[in-house]
Nanobody, 129 residues
Framework: QVQLVESGGGVVQAGDSLRLSCAAS????????MGWFRQTPGKEREFVSV????????NYEDSVKGRFTISRDNAKNTGYLQMNSLKPEDTAVYYC??????????????????????WGQGTQVTVSS
C-alpha cells in the first residue's frame, strides 16, 4: 500500500511558478498511475493532471494546458506538478493520488477521482492577484 506526501505549496503572486512534489513510500511507485487534483471550499475535487505509471502518457484539464507540466521520477519515487503562469483561480488545496496499474491495465490515465485508491493529505496553493 503506497503512501503519498505532497509538498511545495505556498503563497505566490499571479504569474509566478510553483513546483509541487508527491513523495511515495511503502509501495512500488512505478506500478502506479499518478494524478493531481485540486479542491476549493464548497466545491468538488477536480481533476488537474495525470501521468501513467511509465510516464509515457499524460493528460491535463483544459484550463491548465500549456501552463502546468506533470512528470515523475520513478527512481526517486516522486511525482511532480510544475505550475507556471499561475492565476488566482488556481488557488486550491492540491492532492496527489495513485492508482495501481493492475487495477485495470487498459486505464493508463484515470481522470476521475473515484478511480484512485490512495491519496495524500494535500498542499495549499494560494495565488494572489
Amino acid at each position: 500500500q503506497v503512501q503519498l506526501v505532497e509538498s511545495g505549496g505556498g503563497v505566490v503572486q499571479a504569474g509566478d511558478s510553483l513546483r509541487l512534489s508527491c513523495a511515495a513510500s511503502r509501495g512500488t511507485f512505478s506500478m502506479y498511475a499518478m494524478g493531481w487534483f485540486r479542491q476549493t471550499p464548497g466545491k468538488e475535487r477536480e481533476f488537474v493532471s495525470v501521468i501513467s505509471w511509465s510516464g509515457g502518457t499524460t493528460n491535463y484539464e483544459d484550463s491548465v494546458k500549456g501552463r502546468f507540466t506533470i512528470s515523475r521520477d520513478n527512481a526517486k519515487n516522486t511525482g511532480y506538478l510544475q505550475m507556471n503562469s499561475l492565476k488566482p483561480e488556481d488557488t486550491a488545496v492540491y492532492y496527489c493520488a495513485a492508482r495501481h496499474r493492475l487495477r485495470d491495465p487498459r486505464v493508463l490515465v484515470p481522470l476521475r477521482s473515484d478511480l484512485y485508491d490512495y491519496w495524500g493529505q494535500g498542499t495549499q496553493v494560494t495565488v494572489s492577484s
